[in-house]
């Protein structure tokens, strides 16, 4: 595939593209689908852990965009977009993108219980306080994160990257199947494309990673299912959402999600399971056992962070990306 034209220069000096070291490769595939080079910066770490960074290229009056889920081990990929960020402001560089295939700490979104941390939020003011002029995020785990910023937000989906896949499966037999209330938007958004019916699991969250599959809203017997949802970390609310579907007459089930957290159990109890194929984004490596396994295949997210990279580069709209 020909890469595509650089990307022009307009009321920037220049255009740099930087990463650390949470997804390299995915920060190499966007800038190919840019047609420029990846910016050089040095990622290291001290003897006791703490990160050293030095940017090692010109960036004054420079639109840059640094390109860094925060996946594991999130802190220290959060502090290598503070410290790098951090570094670009204090080098002049015009603007700074934050660039989140994967926004860590999404999950404590809001003060559910007492004495709880709004984490969210917390993460969204670091980000502004170390230099971030504008955050370009992919599938955050709760829409409302949006307004934790002060600064533009720009929320992308990987629904198109998706749906291009599944196309094949779509039509009267599936049905597409939210694991929880929560998700029903994003599930709602794959039936109408796919031009399937929706069904819901009422699971109910007994404690943090546990959950407990209540009963299913919606006709899945003799159907193949897909269940769709934003993460899967421990993979036991995907396990037991696949069980619910199976008891219910379910005839094959298939798991998509945006981000492979992957922490635990979780290749473990997705290879014991029925569920033929996990679909999952490069927004996060795979690592481990997850690298390996059969039953979980990785799609790529570049081509569609490049394109909202260069809108935002050239002041266009990225409108028509958030589908």
């Known amino acids: 595939?020909?890469?595509?034209?650089?990307?022009?220069?307009?009321?920037?000096?220049?255009?740099?593209?930087?990463?650390?070291?949470?997804?390299?490769?995915?920060?190499?595939?966007?800038?190919?689908?840019?047609?420029?080079?990846?910016?050089a910066a040095t990622v290291k770490?001290?003897?006791?852990?703490?990160?050293?960074?030095?940017?090692?290229?010109?960036?004054?009056?420079?639109?840059?965009?640094?390109?860094?889920?925060?996946?594991?081990?999130?802190?220290?990929?959060?502090?290598?977009?503070?410290?790098?960020?951090?570094?670009l402001k204090r080098a002049s560089a015009e603007r700074i993108t934050a660039v989140l295939p994967y926004y860590g700490y999404a999950r404590q979104d809001r003060k559910?219980?007492?004495?709880?941390?709004?984490?969210?939020r917390l993460v969204a003011s670091l980000l502004e306080r170390?230099?971030?002029?504008?955050?370009?995020?992919?599938?955050?785990?709760?829409?409302?994160?949006?307004?934790?910023?002060?600064?533009?937000?720009?929320?992308l989906f990987a629904t198109p990257v998706m749906i291009e896949h599944f196309a094949e499966y779509g039509g009267e037999?599936?049905?597409?199947?939210?694991?929880?209330?929560?998700?029903?938007?994003?599930?709602r958004a794959f039936a109408k494309r796919l031009e399937s019916p929706l069904a819901i699991i009422d699971k109910r969250r007994t404690d943090v990673n546990v959950a407990e599959v209540m009963h299913i809203i919606g006709e899945v017997e003799g159907r193949d299912c897909l269940i769709v949802d934003d993460l899967i970390d421990t993979a036991g609310t995907l396990v037991k959402a696949a069980e619910a579907l199976l008891k219910q007459g379910a005839?094959?089930?298939?798991?998509?999600?945006?981000?492979?957290?992957?922490?635990?159990?979780?290749?473990?109890r997705i290879e014991g399971s029925d569920i033929e194929e996990v679909i999952v984004t490069n927004s996060i490596p795979l690592r481990g056992e997850a690298d390996g396994?059969?039953?979980?295949k990785q799609l790529s997210v570049?081509?569609?962070?490049?394109?909202?990279?260069?809108?935002?580069?050239?002041?266009?709209?990225?409108?028509?990306?958030?589908?």
């Open 1 to 39: 595939m020909a890469a595509a034209k650089p990307v022009r220069a307009m009321r920037f000096n220049h255009f740099k593209v930087f990463t650390g070291n949470a997804n390299p490769a995915l920060a190499a595939e966007i800038c190919y689908e840019l047609g420029c080079p990846l910016a």
């Open 302 to 323: 570049a081509p569609l962070l490049a394109k909202a990279i260069q809108s935002i580069h050239e002041d266009g709209s990225v409108s028509t990306l958030f589908v």
């Open 45 to 87: 770490q001290f003897s006791d852990g703490e990160v050293h960074l030095q940017i090692q290229e010109n960036v004054r009056g420079a639109d840059v965009f640094v390109v860094q889920p925060t996946c594991t081990p999130v802190d220290t990929h959060l502090m290598e977009l503070l410290l790098m960020m951090d570094a």
């Open 112 to 120: 559910d219980r007492p004495r709880m941390p709004i984490s969210a």
């Open 130 to 155: 170390a230099g971030a002029n504008r955050i370009l995020a992919l599938d955050l785990h709760a829409a409302q994160i949006q307004g934790f910023f002060d600064v533009p937000v720009d929320h």
């Open 293 to 296: 396994c059969r039953r979980i």
């Open 251 to 268: 005839k094959s089930i298939r798991a998509c999600a945006t981000h492979a957290v992957l922490s635990g159990p979780a290749v473990e």
């Open 173 to 187: 037999n599936l049905t597409v199947v939210s694991p929880d209330a929560g998700g029903v938007e994003r599930a």
